[in-house]
């Protein structure tokens, strides 16, 4: 069987790779001791030099090990945009492999971020973001945030045209928008009704911001191709990816002298690889997930104590990350810098919204000094 990392530009099928154990100048040592002359420089890049190990395959095992969704594969990237990206090329892809080159659509939702690549731009329900690019991608359209109704419609009208609904479990960048209950469960019964794929967009969700690991996890609902970074690392690497479930690998498997043309410089690069696996680690050792649903419940309380005394429109979040909604007569700008000139750090979405995203390992003390400077920015 292949291994969890899906590596960029080879057979998915193939099932051993040479193992770069270690590396010293112009030499190479694979896991059996044969020394080889990197005359490539890996690919193009390597000005300096090797003295490194290579971990991608651990760290692809360890995120595979923690998925939502069963028998999956880790593609890596190196950012949260070129996840996305890889993502609906791969959605595409399964389906031309399944024998449906039809099948181009991607459906994004209004409001839904997914970064700053062509594919992830064309796929935003932002506009001002998609402003003086020119032609975006072909084959993406738009329906509104939350209604499930709207969706289907759609899916019903392009059914036979569809390769993958993506989407964010929680929208983040609009300004922390949760899915209406049942939200999440219709979209997983639509994509199987019409043969779509299911992406879920977890560059902010993933890696304990809901006290689980995936927000498929807290949701319950098992999407088909997953994106993710950010929290993977902390930030401290730069470190993306895509897992891939099950649907996608026995396309992109069916035929053993298939190449996945697809890949990045950096995928799987060990420095990054590393970070991700002590920050997955400490994520673990340190209890952060039961930490993230602790700490939250405490942010939680100030801001709807806040929100009951009608100092603000109203309180949207779960768990761990909240938007603050304010009135009319309230300018998100202003409060951020009120609060930043006091100490706390927040973003400003607009000027109608706060959001607050804070580290797991935030004390009670420092929610506590959160809240009060909230308050008074807010007078």
Not at 22 to 34: C, E, F, P, V, Y
Not at 342 to 371: F, H, N, S, W, Y
Request: charged share 20%; net charge negative.
């Amino acid at each position: 069987m292949p291994g969890a990392f899906l590596h960029p530009f080879a057979k998915p099928t193939r099932e051993t790779f040479i193992t770069v154990e270690r590396g010293s100048g112009a030499l190479l040592w694979d896991s059996d001791g044969n020394e080889m002359i990197d005359a490539m420089a890996s690919l193009w890049y390597c000005q300096i030099g090797h003295g490194r190990s290579d971990v991608a395959d651990l760290v692809a095992a360890q995120i595979a090990d923690l998925s939502p969704m069963s028998n999956a594969r880790v593609f890596f990237t190196g950012s949260g945009s070129e996840a996305v990206d890889s993502a609906m090329k791969l959605a595409r892809l399964t389906h031309v492999r399944a024998g449906h080159p039809e099948r181009r659509l991607i459906i994004s939702r209004d409001r839904g971020y997914h970064g700053t690549n062509y594919g992830g731009t064309s796929a935003q329900g932002l506009p001002l973001n998609k402003e003086g690019y020119g032609e975006l991608l072909a084959d993406v359209v738009h329906v509104p945030a939350d209604d499930a109704e709207a969706l289907s419609v759609l899916m019903s009208e392009r059914s036979d045209e569809i390769a993958a609904l993506i989407m964010e479990p929680i929208q983040g960048a609009a300004g922390v928008y949760p899915p209406p209950p049942g939200y999440l469960e219709e979209a997983r019964r639509l994509c199987d009704q019409h043969g779509a794929l299911l992406i879920f967009d977890e560059v902010i969700t993933a890696f304990g911001r809901l006290g689980t690991w995936f927000a498929a996890d807290h949701y319950g609902v098992v999407p088909d191709l997953t994106t993710f970074a950010k929290g993977v690392t902390s930030g401290y690497q730069p470190l993306g990816g895509v897992i891939v479930g099950q649907q996608v690998r026995d396309a992109l498997e069916s035929d053993a002298d298939f190449i996945l043309r697809h890949g990045y410089t950096y995928s799987g690069h060990p420095t990054s690889c590393t970070a991700a696996l002590a920050n997955i680690n400490i994520i673990k050792n340190e209890g952060l997930l039961a930490e993230a649903i602790r700490m939250g419940a405490r942010l939680e309380a100030g801001l709807k104590a806040i929100e009951s005394d009608g100092r603000v429109d109203h309180v949207r979040g779960e768990v761990a990350i909240f938007g603050v909604a304010l009135r009319a007569d309230q300018n998100a700008m202003t409060v951020r810098e009120t609060m930043l000139e006091k100490g706390v750090i927040v973003r400003a979405i607009g000027t109608e919204t706060v959001t607050l995203c804070p580290p797991l390992i935030t004390t009670d003390d420092q929610i506590d000094r959160i809240i009060d400077v909230l308050a008074t920015s807010l007078e």
